[in-house]
């Protein structure tokens, strides 16, 4: 039989744990205050390039003289350092991250605290979670036009930590052509959408010959999103020296493209952009 203490100790303990949380969205909120606008990069699987896209978007945005931030939250997979081709590592000093910059970008991502990057990080959702929020409550980014987040694909607890967490604006979805990335794109669309936040666009990547074009354009349509463009596959993808855009000038034409369609988007969705 519970004696007359043990609820109320649950209940402290319930309430100890709420302001750790009200405590840690403010210290982000804190850090974010000089970001203008927030866009996650999210996909419904892995494999549909939803890095490369957040990268080569954030590298746009960069050279067309915004300030923009890159946060690689895909803790267990990380692989923004290597498609923007960047060595050196963030600075931190007294629990505080600098941001790394390369090509106009600040960046932060876990990959520069692996010492060996073939290293599986083997972590549970906690762990996951206490990564994300040190880097949301630990890194200095300045002041930004942008802060560009590549999530972890899927609908499991890694994205739903960071849009729980994250006061995102909105989110670019990236799909490819065939019929199953297209169906786990949705899955992750109405996953935005219950939370009550913005779809402020979707990609389709990986366009052409071999897989096709348009299934893109139709989700969009049908889910009453804004279009923001097709990137076709090329042999220029295979430098990863650089983000693509400054290797290809068709490349960088098409992503001009698309951060021209986020703009419109975003200020369709009465956004500051």
Aim: hydrophobic share 40%.
């Amino acid at each position: 039989m519970a004696t007359p203490q043990q609820p109320n100790a649950q209940q402290n303990a319930r309430l100890q744990q709420i302001r750790r949380q009200w405590e840690q969205k403010r210290q982000i909120t804190d850090r974010l205050a000089s970001v203008r606008t927030k866009i996650g990069v999210y996909s419904g699987k892995g494999g549909v390039g939803k890095t490369t896209v957040a990268c080569n978007l954030a590298t746009t945005l960069a050279a067309q003289g915004e300030r923009v931030g890159l946060l690689d939250v895909d803790i267990d997979c990380p692989n923004v350092t290597r498609v923007m081709g960047i060595e050196d590592k963030p600075d931190y000093q007294d629990g505080q991250i600098t941001p790394a910059q390369g090509h106009g970008v600040k960046v932060v991502s876990m990959a520069f605290f692996q010492e060996n990057e073939d290293e599986a990080i083997i972590w549970r959702g906690p762990m996951i979670h206490n990564a994300i929020n040190q880097f949301l409550q630990a890194t200095d980014w300045g002041e930004l036009d942008y802060l560009i987040v590549d999530l972890p694909p899927g609908t499991s607890d890694s994205p739903l930590t960071v849009m729980q967490t994250l006061p995102m604006d909105g989110f670019v979805v990236v799909s490819t052509p065939q019929d199953l990335a297209i169906i786990d794109a949705r899955r992750c669309i109405n996953m935005i959408r219950k939370l009550n936040l913005n779809v402020v666009g979707v990609v389709e990547n990986y366009c052409g010959e071999i897989f096709g074009q348009g299934a893109g354009r139709q989700l969009a349509d049908d889910i009453d999103a804004a279009f923001l463009g097709s990137m076709t596959l090329r042999p220029s993808y295979r430098d990863t020296s650089k983000p693509t855009v400054l290797v290809d000038t068709t490349v960088g034409e098409e992503y001009a493209a698309v951060a021209d369609q986020l703009r419109g988007s975003l200020k369709a969705h009465g956004l500051e952009a």
